[in-house]
């Protein structure tokens, strides 16, 4: 019978029958790039409007995201993924409730996305870090060679010496700048991690008001 909260009606099946939920219906001309663009940016906007809603662990959210970027997620899959929740949620009627305010879903929703994004820029930098550290320690290396091969034909061939010298030389100003980059980065990566303890402390104070209120309709609702 109709009635109650409608779950259906936020899955895309409009309460008591109808508003049948039809997997590319706007999507039926063309397999342009562009196409292919547009319509993978809509999936993405659904399933985030799932997990915003409460509707998706943070496991299956980024589960979907990845599946999704791999062209593995299609309307198909999201009609399926919004029939399954749809059950879940039907199955236990007016007593489920999201596991937060819609609100704090989608600024937590936010504030993952960026801790997501920081965690992989520091991921790549101290790579990075790691490759420039090598080289350091190989230009080094080629800068002692270069003034021992000096020292040892100094005697027999000025020029040969000299040689080896402007080698070194040349040595030097490579091992400067990337002294310099290495420096720039280390210190970009300080600020960074900083504004990532930022951004987890606003992460910890949303949870704790989402678990608040939570607690807080769970208690009214006796």
Known sequence: MCGGRGWGGFFG????G???FEPYSHHHHGDSHGHHKHERQELLEEIRTLYASGYLTRVEYYDTLERLERGRFTWVDLKELRAQKSRSYASDDETKLPERDPSIQRELSGLEH????ITREKTQTAKLLQEIEHSFQTLEAQMADAEQRAKDVVNQDENQARA????RQELVGQLGGLGARRQELSEALTLLEAAESKLQTKILELQALGQKEKLTRLANSL
């Open 18 to 20: 109808g508003g049948y």
């Open 13 to 16: 099946w409009g309460g008591c």
């Open 114 to 117: 960026k801790k997501a994004a």
């Open 164 to 167: 080896f010298l402007r080698q």
